[in-house]
């Protein structure tokens, strides 16, 4: 009962957030980098084909010990912005709520990107050219026809990011950031430390 009236609360809130703030971060980024590989023509386009699918070979607390590297005391981005802004000047902490959702939303975006890629090249786009001719703009083209036809595969992307949101214990563990994998590692570690 004290867990419930102390501890658990807060780690289903900081779980919760963390994985709908991540979950709203990857379906932004996958969806509209799929929707600009796959429907526009530019230099590069093959290459960054794959090269999106890149953060699934990287584990999240890679990810997070070159993100706290980077960001941390003392660290290379700190060094230059007292350059700029003087000694005294610090930049925000990485080992936090947000700190954690950009390292989640960067490994992990390639699960929206790589199934709403595969329904966007599947598509039938005469659905779109005939809304168009209809008089409908582009909006309400995106919002009316190609976006739910595109749910299934952005529902399926997402839930997979949830559940490895979820289940991630590396990057919470280097950032700090209380979830339940991090609180019950730290519970059992601590039982067995003498």
Not at 8 to 37: D, Q
Not at 131 to 155: D, E, F, K, M, N
Not at 175 to 180: E, K, S
């Amino acid at each position: 009962s004290r867990l419930w009236n102390t501890r658990i609360p807060e780690l289903l809130w900081n779980t919760g957030a963390l994985a709908l703030s991540v979950s709203i971060g990857t379906l932004l980024l996958g969806v509209s980098l799929a929707w600009f590989v796959v429907r526009y023509e530019f230099p590069g386009r093959s290459v960054w084909e794959w090269a999106l699918v890149l953060p699934l070979a990287m584990p999240t607390y890679v990810l997070a010990y070159i993100y706290t590297f980077l960001l941390g005391t003392g660290g290379p981005f700190e060094q230059a912005w007292q350059w700029v802004a003087g000694p005294e000047a610090r930049i925000f902490s990485p080992h936090s709520f947000a700190g954690a959702t950009l390292v989640m939303t960067l490994d992990t975006f390639p699960f929206v990107y790589l199934l709403t890629r595969a329904a966007l090249l599947n598509f039938n786009v005469s659905y779109e050219e005939v809304a168009r001719a209809c008089g409908v703009s582009r909006i309400g083209v995106w919002l009316r026809v190609t976006l739910p036809l595109l749910r299934p595969a952005i529902v399926a992307g997402l839930s997979l990011v949830v559940l490895y949101v979820v289940s991630d214990f590396g990057a919470v563990s280097l950032l700090r950031y209380q979830t339940f994998t991090y609180a019950v590692y730290q519970q059992v570690t601590g039982r067995y430390d003498q």
